[in-house]
Structures are given as structure tokens and as C-alpha cells.
């Protein structure tokens, strides 16, 4: 049951990332993080995605609004981060306050800037395979570590447990684009008979959001198994009170699986990888556009 080293694979990525970054000084990429009240989940995602940028040469900065902030005040930030051109990426971490419906507030960003690829535009773009769009940073991590690993996608059943727009909708956008070749089916919560829709799964990717809500007898033998959860789960042991598990029972699947992430140190570290990736594209697409294309 060979493990995917998510810690590895993402030390790659960002050691070319920090060889870009250098290659375009004195232009510095700058990530603008917005968080909105403090879920402590948030606080410790957007403190990683601040500290890595820092790693790979990047500025970041972080504007923090409580949770009563009204939509004006956060619409009216995100305009001037959109008209700021030393800002390259803007990033808003969900969730957000029920009064902050959070399509509203993505599709405020700019879509040259929208590092998390979360807009109505960038979706488009991801469906319609241009080059130019940036695909949410999980999912793209995901694409990431199957490549990175070798595995085989093009023919192979991929099928993702999970309609997110975060993960699971764009996850079954990039297996099944061109490149990655993968046929897909996409599950969720209404799905009837999971089991026998993951049992032909070649490669699986559990994005449900449920601690360990993939059993050992819903996978194949010798499929691919990719955890995107991160749940947190009482632990008396620990100083915390809690540890994190993923959306995969990776004791009782592990055995099956030819390869599987662990959670942590699997998914997880690629994300912030991505968004550091997504950040550099989109700072080289502001000092270098691409010429002028009269292709319809
Ligand atoms: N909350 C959980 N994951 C993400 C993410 O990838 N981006 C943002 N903005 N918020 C999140």
C-alpha cells in the first residue's frame, strides 16, 4: 500500500515555483488574503498559505474584517484590491457568515486575480479547457499528485464521492480534460448504491467532507485512493483535544489501495502548493501577457 507523500510532491512543486519567482525579480507576487471572523480552521489555513509565500519569495498581506462586516464594506475592499496593481492574487477564505453569500463574493474578484479559481468566469474557462484559467487550488493538487505519482489517468474510471464547488465539481472538470483522459462519475449524498459506483472506481477521490465514510469493502483492489477530507475528531489524547482524519477509513482501505494519501500529509500540503502556483501564473500574466490571439 504504497503512500502518496503529499508532503514531497508539494516541496517540489513550490521549489519550482520559488525558481520562477526569482527568475521575475524585482517583480515580487503579491497574494492578498481577506478572512472574515475567526473560525479557527481559517485562522490556521490562511497563517500556512501566508507563511509558505513567504517561502517561495512572495508577499502576501491579510485584511481582517469581523464577522458582522456588511457586503458593502467587503465589496468596496475587494474593488480596491481588484484596481491595486501591485496585487496579483486575491484570496477570501470560506466559509463565510450566512449574510456573505460566498458566490457573491467570489465572483467580486477579478478574474485575472482569482487565485482559488472560484469564479463564475474561471469555472467557465476550466470547462472550456483555456489556458489561462486557474483551477481551484484543491482539485488542482489533487491532478498534481496523480501525475507526479505516475498513475496512469487516460481511460481509467475516476470517480469522485462529492459535488463541491470547491473540490468535487472542478476535481471531475480535471480528470476529464483533455490531458488527464480520465471517465468520470460524480457521487453525492443522494447517490443510491454508492458501494457499487466506487467499486468500479480506478482511482477515487473522497471529497464528502464525512470522517472515514469510505469503507474498505466500497473500494476495488489495486484502485488509487485520493483523500480530500480533513476532519477534525475528539481525541482525548492529544493536547489539542482533537486530531484530523480523512473522508477515507484508511486503516481498512489501505490494504486494498496501490496507492492512497494519508490525512495529514497527503491533499492537504498540495493545496497551499497550488495556490502559490496559481499566484505566480497570475503575476506573470500581468507583467508578460500573452499576445493577442485572433482565433476565434
Ligand atoms: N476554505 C476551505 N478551502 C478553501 C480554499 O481552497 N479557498 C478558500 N478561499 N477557502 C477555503
Known amino acids: 500500500m504504497p503512500l502518496i507523500d503529499g508532503n514531497a510532491i508539494a516541496q517540489q512543486v513550490l521549489q519550482e515555483v520559488k525558481t ?32 509558505t509565500a513567504a517561502e517561495v519569495g512572495m508577499k502576501s498581506s491579510l485584511q481582517l474584517f469581523p464577522e458582522t ?21 486575491i484570496l477570501v477564505q470560506a466559509p463565510l457568515p450566512k449574510h456573505l453569500p460566498e458566490t457573491d463574493v467570489f465572483n467580486r474578484i477579478a478574474p485575472g486575480k482569482d487565485v482559488d479559481g472560484f469564479t463564475t468566469a474561471n469555472i467557465g474557462k476550466l470547462v472550456q479547457e483555456l489556458p489561462e484559467a486557474f483551477a ?50 460524480v457521487c453525492h449524498s443522494r447517490t443510491a448504491d454508492l458501494g457499487e459506483i466506487t467499486r468500479q472506481a480506478d482511482i477515487l477521490v473522497a471529497a464528502i467532507g464525512k470522517p472515514r465514510f469510505i469503507t474498505g469493502d466500497m473500494v476495488k483492489e489495486g484502485a488509487v485512493v485520493i483523500d480530500v477530507g480533513i476532519n477534525r475528531i475528539p481525541d482525548a489524547s492529544r493536547k489539542t483535544g ?20 494519508p490525512v495529514p500529509g497527503g491533499v492537504g500540503p498540495m493545496t497551499v502548493a497550488m495556490l502559490m502556483k496559481n499566484t505566480l501564473r497570475a503575476c506573470e500574466h500581468a507583467i508578460r501577457p500573452p499576445s493577442v490571439s485572433f482565433a476565434s
Open 20 to 51: 520562477r519567482v526569482a527568475a521575475i525579480a524585482p517583480v515580487v507576487p503579491h497574494v492578498a488574503f481577506v478572512r472574515v471572523g475567526e473560525d479557527p480552521a481559517s485562522v490556521s489555513y490562511v497563517n500556512k498559505k501566508q507563511k
Open 136 to 185: 481551484a487550488c484543491t482539485p488542482a493538487g489533487v491532478i498534481e499528485l496523480l501525475h507526479r505519482s505516475g498513475v496512469k489517468t487516460a481511460g481509467k474510471h475516476a470517480v469522485v464521492v462529492g459535488r463541491s464547488l470547491i473540490v468535487g465539481k472542478p476535481a471531475s472538470l480535471l480528470l476529464v480534460a483533455k490531458g488527464t483522459d480520465a471517465t468520470v462519475t
Open 69 to 89: 462586516v456588511t457586503r458593502e464594506e467587503l465589496f468596496a475592499h475587494l474593488d480596491a484590491l481588484n484596481a491595486d496593481p501591485s496585487v496579483h492574487g
Open 242 to 261: 482533537y486530531r484530523l482524519v480523512g473522508d477515507v477509513d484508511f486503516d481498512a482501505v489501505a490494504p486494498k489501495a496501490s496507492l492512497i494519501t
